[in-house]
Structures are given as C-alpha cells and as structure tokens.
C-alpha cells in the first residue's frame, strides 16, 4: 500500500484490525461473567463505590443483567476492568494480536511513526490486551490511546479531537479500522484511512503488513 503523503501517524482499531473479534466476544466477557460474583465477594472495599452507582436492591444481578443485554454502562465496564486485569496479571488470560500486528507495530515505530489506538474499549481495556498479548508487551511501540469517552467512533468530530490531542494536520495522520462507517468518519475529519478486511473481502488492505510496508 503506497500513500502518496506518507503519515506521521497512525491510528488502529482493535477488534477486527489488530485483533480477533471473537477475543472480545468469546473470551473476556465470559471470563469477566464466570467471575464476577466471586470477585465482587473478594473485593468488597474496591467494589463498594463501582456497585453505589448501580441502580436496584441487588446490583450484582442488575451487572448480570447488563452483561445479558450487553448494557454498555460504565460501573460494568470499571469492574469487568478489573476482573480482566486480575486475570492477565494471574496469567489467565493473554489478550490477542494477529500475527502482523508486532510486526507491524515495531516497523512502523523503527520507522518514526507513531501508533496510536481507537477503540470502544476502555482505555484501560486498551493497555491490558497489548501489555498482556500473546506476543508480549506491546505498549513500549504505542504512542496515545483513545476511547468512546473521545466520541463516537462514526463521528467525525471524535477523529478531529484526535487530530487536536496529537498536534497533527489531519492528512499526516492514517486510521484503519474493519469497519467502513467509522473510515468514512474519518475520511470526513481529513484523515487518510483505509478499510481493512481480515477475511479477504472488498476492502483497501486485508493485514496490517499491506499498510506502509
């Protein structure tokens, strides 16, 4: 992939660009579920002001229910949080990255550009999947990390706070996401941006080792 303005900067997606969908779907969350009530138990002086913010008599079954209708509320989000992190630092859980993705990540750097992450996920999230990835600690190649708390991620004005955050022109700064709403966004702030596919469809790159190579 040859961009005829070469960046500055880049800014990645996680789920479905750096890394598995189904991590998320089919790892954490279970593992935040199957853990909650314990933790909550072990934990009562750490979870008191998490849980003071849920509604309801009992809010461990109000967190079972927002898990079940996938609420995205932030005392749910705090404490699956910390139920993760207690998980990576005991060596249950190691957050997934595609093969490309280290590579990637230290050849951009080698090269004086700086990473950045855009993702859902809570910042702290963030740091938990590439300080704890299968491939070890990738946080020394990540420059700045930005979540929802930015702004949506299909609003162009969330990519332009971005742009303000790192002292950047838009042009000098590339994003690339598996999702074409959220490219469109930032194609809208100015941005360079490409659609990466994973499974081979239509899309600009289909691995990260297709992007500034």
Do not use: C
């Not at 954490?28 to 009562?44: D, G, I, S, T």
Request: proline residues 7%; aromatic residues 8%.
């Amino acid at each position: 992939m040859t961009n005829h303005t070469p960046p500055k900067a880049i800014l990645l997606d996680i789920e479905g660009t750096t890394s598995s969908i189904s991590f998320v779907a089919d790892e954490l969350f279970p593992y935040a579920r199957k853990h909650l009530a314990a933790f909550v138990e072990a934990n009562p002086e750490v979870v008191a002001p998490i849980l003071a913010q849920v509604p309801g008599d009992d809010p461990v079954a109000t967190l079972f229910q927002w898990i079940d209708e996938d609420r995205k509320e932030t005392p749910l989000k705090t404490l699956q949080g910390l139920i993760w992190a207690q998980g990576y630092a005991d060596g249950e859980l190691k957050g997934h990255v595609y093969p490309d993705t280290p590579e990637a990540l230290r050849r951009w750097t080698e090269a004086g550009i700086k990473v950045n992450i855009y993702s859902s996920g809570s910042i702290a999230a963030q740091k938990l999947i590439f300080g704890h990835s299968v491939a070890g600690d990738l946080t020394p190649f990540l420059s700045s990390y930005f979540d929802t708390t930015t702004g949506p991620k299909r609003d162009s004005d969330s990519y332009t706070k971005i742009i303000d955050a790192l002292d950047l022109a838009p042009s000098e700064l590339l994003f690339v996401s598996d999702m074409v709403a959220e490219v469109d966004a930032a194609h809208e702030a100015g941005l360079q941006a490409l659609l990466i596919d994973r499974a081979g469809g239509a899309a600009d790159v289909h691995s990260l080792a297709e992007v500034l190579p």
